[in-house]
């Protein structure tokens, strides 16, 4: 049987057992298009190359060991995918310009006939539709359109439920034909309606505009006939031809996939080649060292294949190996958490958060207390005595507190334990054994 006609559950099954051959005919079936697809949404061709770089030598390496069964179609979009969420998170929107690499159509994958004559500007047209829509969505679009993927192929690559897709590309395809046919109207219909002229001006296309073009449309019959002269979007959108990469890439990179594939045959640790045999052009760089995804751990079973947007084997490496920019971020984060339980410790260690939460100050009144010195003393003053002397109390005022250390203002010489005591500085006082008069004041009855 000839190896075009092979389908590829058969092909994948062979490149398992170590037919070189077998891989080559799925690597040349899908390669185009998977690039085609990342360039579509990257708008950048070497980082287009890296992502189908890294996602077909996982896919193999997935094949020679045994770890999948999902079908080789899904398995390599949804690691093309995965690897595409990785690199482009972050990165600033590319201009949505019309490359003439993307609006190549073929007429023999038309399903409606369209004059020859007309088939290049409409490519144009419905390249830019699908432009307008976000990158999410339009590789929901091209999984459907261009790689004839029904819902339940579109969710195993994506990660998400057949229903979701469902919901999501019906909403989808409306937007697409709606941004299609307002941009026919706009360049063809203009001369068969003139209020559709009156309407457009001179103004250039934007959202606004398509919105108010496509209510024009839906009750103005001139121009339901002439959108009706024109296929649909989702048929111009499907001839679209895959964009070529670069001469001598395609062959370069299954030169550095087999190579990896015959090194891990021989025990060497799995990695993609830094050195092909074939260089790529010196104006590029080498795909496998400029990514960080190039020498990419092996494919992991078919249970995890499509569970979330990770590339790693495990957590750590998902969280600061493959994780762009978090690893960092997390580092910063950490830090500064030290730093605030630091800052907190050693507050609570100088008694700041002690007692009902009011600063001690130095102006602070004493109140009578037991104070533990050299002698005891229970007194309404703060001045230290020599003797304990008998006082009388107001009435309703405690005698004798719970033994406690006296606050001392923030200018007092700190009174040191002797028999002697020291006086304060902001109180002068004899140190002597005379004992201190009671209060003259008489108390009341």
């Not at 296309?205 to 024009?216: G, L």
């Not at 790693?312 to 500064?336: C, E, I, K, N, Y």
């Amino acid at each position: 049987m000839n190896a075009q006609e092979r389908s590829d559950e058969e092909l994948a099954r062979e490149a398992g057992g170590g037919d070189e051959a077998a891989f080559v005919e799925l690597y040349r079936r899908y390669f185009p298009r998977v690039y085609d697809l990342a360039l579509r949404l990257t708008r950048d061709r070497e980082t287009a190359a890296a992502a189908a770089q890294a996602s077909f030598y996982r896919v193999h390496h997935a094949l020679l060991s045994g770890e999948t069964e999902a079908p080789f179609k899904s398995q390599v979009f949804g690691l093309a995918h995965r690897d595409l969420a990785e690199r482009m998170r972050g990165r600033p929107s590319q201009a949505q310009e019309v490359e003439e690499a993307f609006a190549t159509a073929d007429p023999a994958l038309l399903a409606t006939e369209v004059p020859a004559a007309d088939l290049p500007d409409l490519a144009k047209l419905a390249w830019q539709g699908a432009s307008d829509l976000k990158a999410d969505e339009y590789e929901l679009l091209d999984l459907s359109v261009r790689q004839q993927m029904d819902a339940g192929e579109a969710a195993a690559v994506l990660g998400t439920r057949p229903e979701a897709i469902e919901r999501k590309l019906g909403r989808i395809h409306d937007l697409f034909e709606e941004s299609f046919s307002s941009l026919v109207l706009l360049n063809r219909g203009r001369q068969d309606c003139v209020d559709l002229d009156f309407l457009v001006g001179d103004e250039q296309y934007s959202p606004a505009m398509r919105r108010r073009i496509i209510q024009h449309l839906r009750g103005c019959e001139s121009c339901k006939t002439t959108r009706r002269r024109y296929p649909p979007a989702s048929d111009l959108l499907a001839s679209l031809t895959p964009a070529p990469a670069p001469a001598g890439w395609q062959e370069t990179i299954l030169v550095r996939l087999l190579e990896a594939a015959r090194t891990r045959t021989t025990g060497v640790a799995p990695a993609v080649p830094a050195g092909p045999v074939e260089a790529i052009p010196t104006s590029r760089p080498d795909f496998a060292s400029s990514s960080r995804h190039g020498a990419a751990p092996p494919v992991r079973p078919a249970s995890e294949m499509f569970g979330g947007w990770g590339g790693g084997d495990t957590w750590l490496s998902g969280l600061f190996g493959l994780g762009g920019d978090r690893g960092p971020l997390l580092v910063v984060l950490g830090a500064a958490l030290l730093v605030v339980v630091i800052a907190i410790t050693a507050l609570c260690s100088v008694g700041v958060f002690d007692g009902d939460g009011e600063p001690a100050t130095g102006t602070e009144t004493p109140t009578p207390t037991a104070t533990t010195t050299g002698t005891t003393t229970t007194t309404p003053t703060a001045t230290p005595t020599g003797t304990p002397t008998p006082t009388e109390v107001l009435p309703g005022t405690p005698t004798e507190s719970p033994p406690t250390e006296t606050p001392v203002p923030a200018t007092a010489t700190p009174v040191p334990a002797t028999d002697t005591p020291v006086p304060p500085t902001d109180t002068p006082a004899p140190a002597t054994d005379t004992p201190v008069p009671p209060p003259t004041d008489t108390p009341p009855p």
